[in-house]
């Protein structure tokens, strides 16, 4: 597969590493050229100049560029008859996400959204036990993700909210997709940040508490208030008939989890490392498994547009005070 990885960030280094892995044949574009030289190098991959040259050596393009600029570089390659990956969030308005989708309908190829979070195994094998009854119906969700605040320079496009959108684009969006993907659709968000009350502080934390159709709460927490080199996730799944609980503090992040019920009806995580594998090389390649035999990914671009229009919701709310009323999803 040939592949071009726009933008020489840390993403994408992620994603060319995972794609060198993969086997795949690599190209980087980036707008500092310098950069993508040095990231080629790194890799044993190759340059292009443009991204016009990029497209034209390349069947997929993977866009990693920054958020406000995926929806550009994305209908530009599904204009190209290119399949796109697009890092998440898919883009930073409804509007470019849905014009992205458009495009890559029209000119009949695919367009995958990566949600990296659904490829760690904790969170699939949670979301395994769930679906296999483990626990009944899920009915309380509580999801954090805790980190410190990015090492940026002053003025970077990350801190500007009308290019990045923040910590909840950035950060909140992973466990606001994972909500959905265990209890369904949302029909309210509430959220708070001390980002928005207290911007000079320079410190960010994200609260938003979602209402989905089916009765159940999700409590999602993101917060940049942590010394490096600080990252931690949790999640409890509460349900009719048992717990789930991961925390990383007790076991990698990346590590994986078996579930095993107690005699009490309640599922703990235990670690297994047998099981590991790095999440980004595992969505990468089962994007590239969509292309070649067309299955559906476990992600697909439509939950990428449902994930960033939650994240904009509680970005709304956060701003507003009110809680954010949302449509009926479509098909």
Known sequence: MRVGVVGAGFIGETHVAAWMAEGARVTVHDVD???AIA?????????????????????????CTPTHLHAAVAIAA?????????????ARTLADAEAMVAAARRHGVRLFAAHVVRFFPEYVAARKAVLDGA???????????????PRQPAGHWFFDHARSGGIVLDLMIHDLDFARWIAGDVVAVHCRSAGVVRPEVGVDHAVALLTHRSGAISHVSASWGYAPP???TAFEIAGSHGLIEHDS???????PSLLEASAAGAVTAMADTGLAGDPFRL?????ARAIRDGIEPRVSAIDGVEALRLALAADESARTGRVVRLPREEA
């Open 33 to 35: 050229r310098a950069r």
């Open 39 to 63: 990231l080629a190098e790194r890799h044993g991959a190759s340059v292009a100049a443009s991204l016009d040259e990029l497209v034209d050596r390349t069947t997929v393009v993977d866009v």
């Open 78 to 90: 599904a204009g190209a008859g290119r399949h796109v990956i697009c890092e998440k969030p898919i």
């Open 135 to 149: 626990i009944g119906e899920p009915a309380v969700l509580r999801l954090t993700r805790a980190s410190f605040r």
């Open 230 to 232: 600080t990252f931690r």
């Open 249 to 255: 503090d007790l076991t990698s992040p990346v590590a």
């Open 283 to 287: 969505e990468l390649a089962e994007f």
